[in-house]
Nanobody, 126 residues
Framework: QVQLVESGGGLVQAGGSRRLSCAAS????????IGWFRQAPGKEREFVSAVTWSGGSTRYTDSVKGRFTISRDGAKNTVYLQMNSLKLEDTAVYYCAARRTFSSRISGVAADYDYWGQGTQVTVSS
């Protein structure tokens, strides 16, 4: 069974940085995309970023471009989300998700992802 375990959430001041980690286990991820989604109170879950397991392609939602960077460490089966210049509106529960696919196109649709972590809270304070 696939397991995705997020870590790295917490309280950070606006303008600060935080790095989230997603440790993946349970299967080979060679034909997978790993994504980050977030959900703020009262809002729908939204796509943040994703990377192909090969590491060759990434995708970001417009609101985080230039501030967030997604990367992966194949040896550790871990995907990272480096978040810089954090804003109040980045406050949310951040979820890691994995999609089994042979497609090169990275989806930003939550329903396309097959496995989910439990989430980690990121709170940005003023």
């Amino acid at each position: 069974q696939v397991q995705l375990v997020e870590s790295g959430g917490g309280l950070v001041q606006a303008g600060g940085s935080r790095r989230l980690s997603c440790a993946a286990s349970g299967r080979t991820f060679s034909n997978s995309h790993i994504g980050w989604f977030r959900q703020a109170p009262g809002k729908e879950r939204e796509f943040v970023s994703a990377v192909t397991w090969s590491g060759g392609s990434t995708r970001y939602t417009d609101s985080v471009k230039g501030r967030f960077t997604i990367s992966r460490d194949g040896a550790k089966n871990t995907v990272y989300l480096q978040m810089n210049s954090l804003k109040l509106e980045d406050t949310a529960v951040y979820y890691c998700a994995a999609r089994r696919t042979f497609s090169s196109r990275i989806s930003g649709v939550a329903a396309d992802y097959d496995y989910w972590g439990q989430g980690t809270q990121v709170t940005v304070s003023s």
